[in-house]
C-alpha cells in the first residue's frame, strides 16, 4: 500500500512540476522573483488545484484503459 500511495504521489508532483513549468516559463530564469510574486497575490493553491485537476483527467484515462485491457484479457480466457 505504501508504495501505491508513493507512486501515486511522485505522478501528481511530477504533473506539478511540469504544469507550473508550462504555464509559467519563467520559474527556469528566476525562481524567486516568480515565488514572490505569487506571495504577494497570495494565490497559493491554484497549482495544486490544477494539478489535481489533471491528476484526475489522468486517472480516468488509466481507469478506462485498465477496463478495456481487463475486458480483452477476459474475452481472450474464454
Known amino acids: 500500500m505504501i508504495k501505491v500511495i508513493s507512486t501515486e504521489l511522485a505522478y501528481f508532483f511530477t504533473i506539478l512540476v511540469v504544469l507550473a ?6 520559474l527556469l ?3 524567486l522573483e516568480r515565488l514572490d510574486r505569487m506571495g504577494q ?3 497559493y493553491a491554484h ?3 490544477w494539478a489535481a ?8 484515462v488509466r481507469l478506462i484503459v485498465k477496463g478495456v ?3 480483452k ?5 474464454d
Open 21 to 26: 513549468l508550462l504555464f509559467h516559463g519563467d
Open 73 to 77: 484479457n477476459r474475452k481472450k480466457k
Open 47 to 49: 497549482p495544486f488545484i
Open 53 to 60: 485537476v489533471v491528476y484526475f483527467l489522468i486517472g480516468i
Open 29 to 31: 530564469t528566476s525562481p
Open 41 to 43: 497575490t497570495g494565490n
Open 69 to 71: 485491457h481487463a475486458i
